[in-house]
């Protein structure tokens, strides 16, 4: 089973470069290009990230979303877990950065994305091979029968959230920490690192694991790396090679009408 850690190794690997028109080389040479996204690509469309200063682990305890905690006090788990992921996630939509890896995806530049989100938004851009590594807020799963539901089919007023047919827990569907990553985001996510010849990391800090592997797999793997995130990162000065310091949208908007 494949669980969420703090660490990713990291040693120094690569030359760093700023350069935008590189940047645009390595997009126009490519054959395989994987997109992996975090956090970062949704705070244009309102959604804090988890850490840094207005993160939302500096405004909500974590707690909430560990395994052991969610059992043992699911109505306080669930009243954190709906301000943040529904309430406030509910209302995002896509920004010019989800819509501008879906129109690189349509022009067949990107042929897929990892990404560590769990709210939608490159769907809903339009993004059609998206994994997602730590699962998705808009479906429910009952911890006893398994049964699925859409979040927008049960009544989130009534808290915890039951099963329609066993009445048990419903949990959202994305993964909590000291869970398993889902098998499938897993190995497509590792066969789409093994087979890239670009990578293009979009605001993550890269601390968590095993997410923050794929890239370095990439790496191992001979593909080059672009960088997006208006701060450094784990990857920047391991194994980033062309690191535009740069929101998510605005570097999007200009690879857009640059290629
Ligand atoms: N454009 C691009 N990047 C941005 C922007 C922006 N407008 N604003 C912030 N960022 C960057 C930050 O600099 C930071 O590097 O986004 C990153 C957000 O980091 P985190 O909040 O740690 O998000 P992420 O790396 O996705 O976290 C990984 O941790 O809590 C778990 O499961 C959760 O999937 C999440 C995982
Ligand atoms: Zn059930």
Redesign the pocket.
């Known amino acids: 089973m494949l669980r969420?850690q703090y660490f990713c190794v990291t040693r120094k690997t690569t030359k760093l470069s700023h350069s935008f028109s590189e940047a645009i080389d390595l997009i126009k040479k490519a054959k395989h290009i994987v997109a992996f996204t975090?956090?970062?690509?949704s705070?244009?469309s309102g959604i804090p990230?988890?850490?840094?200063a207005q993160?939302l682990w500096s405004k909500y305890d974590?707690q909430v979303l560990e395994l052991y905690y969610f059992f043992d006090n699911p109505k306080e788990s669930w009243i954190v877990i709906k301000e943040i992921f529904y309430d406030f996630f509910g209302k995002a939509k896509p920004n010019d950065a989800h819509k501008g890896l879906a129109i690189l995806e349509s022009k067949g530049f990107i042929k897929e994305i990892i990404t560590?989100?769990i709210d939608n938004l490159h769907q809903e851009a339009g993004s059609k091979v998206v994994h997602e590594f730590?699962g998705n807020s808009q479906q429910l799963i009952c911890t006893s029968c398994k049964s699925t539901y859409k979040a927008s089919e049960i009544n989130l007023n009534k808290l915890p959230p039951l099963c329609l047919k066993c009445n048990s827990l419903l949990k959202p569907d994305f993964i909590f920490f000291g869970e398993g990553i889902p098998q499938d985001a897993y190995f497509a996510s590792l066969a789409a690192a093994e087979k890239a010849d670009l990578f293009i990391l979009?605001?993550?800090?890269?601390?968590?694991m095993p997410?923050c592997q794929m890239p370095y797999i990439a790496k191992e793997n001979g593909a080059k790396i672009i960088e997006?995130?208006?701060?450094t990162?784990k990857f920047t000065h391991t194994i980033t090679d062309v690191f535009l310091k740069e929101?998510?949208s605005i570097a999007m908007n200009h690879i857009i009408k640059s290629l």
């Open positions: 969420i975090g956090a970062g690509i705070v244009e990230p988890f850490r840094g993160g974590p560590q989100n730590h979009i605001g993550t800090t890269g601390e968590v997410a997006i995130n208006p701060e990162s929101k998510a």
